[in-house]
């Protein structure tokens, strides 16, 4: 079962993403609040696989929550859930640590299907949120490739087995299966690279990998 703590101010939004998830078998909404600060303090009384975030909330917006999220619960996945898709708030709520980032407008199995993903360690971006992450990466300044290969030669081969699976997508219960791996022996080499990287999240993982040509042999 996925545990889902909900964050939205608006009382109606709250309901009917609720009922949507809850139309999952395999989701439960275990609490609902209506404020960042008040995300965090439910995030670590009940330790969910998933908070899901409005990104603008008073007392601390979802942006902000993010961080004190992952410190009140460091194994919950993060999912950022708004209106908006400007530039600034997909980076910054990445570069919080956010494992995801759904719209609002999105339809109800592509926010089931953000939920299970981040919950099974995985990264997700709504189809319009990744299609200005790619423009993004695509018109910013092209670092040097030797650098991300440096970068990446620190790992062992099989960090560099599970971070190119890692950048192609896969799940950790993908990942486990292809290298033949425990789930939680692959969740221990994720955290594993991203701590000697020094990166946040499997998204920030997944563009140095493509930056040093890590490909799965």
Do not use: C
Request: glycine content about 8%; charged content about 25%.
């Amino acid at each position: 079962m996925i545990r889902v703590v909900l964050a939205d101010d608006e009382a109606l939004i709250r309901a009917g993403i609720a009922t949507i998830l809850s139309a999952d078998p395999d989701i439960e909404v275990v609490a609902e609040a209506g404020t960042g600060s008040r995300a965090v303090e439910l995030t670590g009384l009940h330790r969910p696989d998933v908070a899901l975030v409005d990104i603008q909330m008073p007392e601390s917006d979802g942006l902000s929550a993010v961080p004190r999220i992952l410190r009140a619960s460091p194994r919950t996945a993060v999912a950022i859930l708004t209106t908006f898709g400007q530039d600034d708030y997909i980076t910054r709520a990445l570069d919080g640590g956010a494992s995801g980032f759904l719209l609002k407008t999105a339809e109800p199995q592509e926010l089931m299907a953000g939920v299970r993903a981040v919950a099974d360690g995985g990264a997700f971006l709504s189809p319009q949120v990744a299609r200005r992450v790619v423009a993004r990466l695509r018109n910013r300044p092209e670092p040097p490739a030797a650098e991300a290969r440096e970068r990446v030669g620190v790992l062992s081969r099989r960090e560099r087995d599970v971070l190119a699976l890692l950048a192609a997508g896969a799940s950790n219960a993908e990942i486990a299966r292809e290298l033949h791996l425990a789930e939680d022996t692959v969740k221990a080499h994720v955290s594993a690279i991203l701590s000697r990287l020094g990166l946040r999240n499997r998204v920030q993982a997944a563009v140095l990998a493509h930056e040093a040509g890590l490909r799965r042999t």
